[in-house]
């Protein structure tokens, strides 16, 4: 990775470190993050030479070399200064709420406009939609494109931004190009790694937000980090964390309940956690406490699925969709654990008990 002197290289200086590096066999790819460009060396970037020429320039600070399976997403790398504004919250400073449909039902859109208003009243900085849909059973509804002129409805309505799942190349490109505002990776898709990769390659100059969900069949947390990595590398440094319930080993939730992975997550990577109590538990009677649990732990923000009318829903929204009501009760409540977590940190109470 390139650390240069000035925030962005200019045309001339790039192609100078990309005509050193090429000799050597490896490319440059350019991370677009929000204060600066990061240049990272993809490739053996363990020729002591190559290093040297490039230190050897005058508008090179500094060449890291980073054994890690993640060295982007690692703690220790320069792009643990990066920082991510969602709907006006700069996550880390205070909670993220993403709220909306699991499904947009597109015979009755009327119930997703009346839920965006209504958990933008609630307080939600995000509004969330399901346009295409990843359903276990091939007879179960699949999502439909026209759902995603209904997402843009709701975000011209409230002035939010809005949220959808892509599951595939043609998906994200009409995803990307109708500017939606922050894109989801669900659980299927989260191994993917050649879809992770085109993500990272066509969010990378919109910077779009990617909230990446955790695998149910991952484990190791490096795994969940790597998964994050192949959206970094391919040039999209906006990743969200999306820990969301894993295979159940007990029989009462749909999952098994992940919010504790949060401090695990920060302990190795930079990127902010948005955790989904809606999956993890599976049933709204469960969400808030998934949710107060998950902010204890250290989450950033929360994504959770909300309804007007859960019963009149479709997909998951039936059984996981909280009314508004409840969403408003439970933001409020989030940010009074959100207040004792910063006072235990601030006191260093958490590094004590240790
Ligand atoms: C969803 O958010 O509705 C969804 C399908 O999520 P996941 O990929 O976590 O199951
Ligand atoms: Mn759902």
New binding site residues.
């Given amino acids: 990775m390139i650390i240069s002197k000035a925030p962005v290289l200019t045309d001339k200086q790039l192609a100078e470190i990309e005509q050193i590096v090429g000799e050597f066999g490896c490319k440059i790819q350019v991370i677009h993050g929000a204060h600066r460009q990061i240049y990272a060396i993809i490739g053996d970037e363990r020729s002591e030479t190559m290093v040297n020429r490039l230190l050897g320039l005058s508008y090179v600070d500094r060449v890291d070399r980073m054994e890690s399976i993640y060295k982007f997403m690692d703690r220790r790398s320069d792009l643990s200064r990066h920082r991510m504004k969602i709907g006006g919250v700069e996550l880390g400073q205070e909670p993220l709420v993403i709220a909306g449909h ?2 947009i039902d597109p015979d009755n859109s009327a119930a997703f406009f009346e839920t965006a208003a209504a958990v933008k009243e609630a307080g939600a900085h995000v509004i ?1 939609g ?1 346009v295409w ?2 359903r276990t059973s091939p007879h179960s509804f699949q999502g439909t494109v026209r759902s995603l002129g209904f997402l843009l409805e709701a975000r011209e309505r409230t002035g939010l931004p809005v949220i959808a ?1 892509v599951m595939d190349e043609a998906q994200l490109r009409l995803a990307v190009e109708a500017e939606v505002d922050m894109l ?1 990776i ?3 898709n989260a191994l993917n790694y050649t879809l992770l990769a085109e993500v990272g390659r066509q969010t990378a100059e919109p910077g779009i937000p990617v909230l990446l ?1 955790r695998s ?1 069949h991952m484990g190791p947390i490096d795994e969940f980090i790597a998964a994050a990595e192949y959206i970094v590398a391919n040039g999209n440094p906006n990743v969200i964390f ?1 820990p ?1 319930g894993t295979m159940p080993m007990l029989d009462g939730y749909r999952n098994h309940p992940d919010e504790a992975v949060a401090p695990l997550l920060k302990e190795k990577s930079w990127a902010p956690v948005v955790f ?1 109590p ?2 993890s538990v599976g049933r709204a009677n469960y969400v808030p406490a998934a949710s107060l649990a998950a902010i204890a732990y250290g989450a950033d923000g929360l ?1 959770i ?1 909300t309804h007007v009318d859960p019963i009149s829903g479709i ?2 929204d039936p059984k996981q969709s909280i009314k508004p009501k409840v969403l408003k009760a439970l933001i409020a409540d989030v940010r009074v654990v959100w207040a004792l977590r910063s006072r235990w940190q601030a006191n260093g109470n958490s590094s004590d008990a240790a």
């Fill in positions: 699991c499904t969330r399901g849909k990843p799942e989801q669900g659980t299927r969900k149910r999306c969301r989904d809606s999956h994504i699925e997909g998951d």
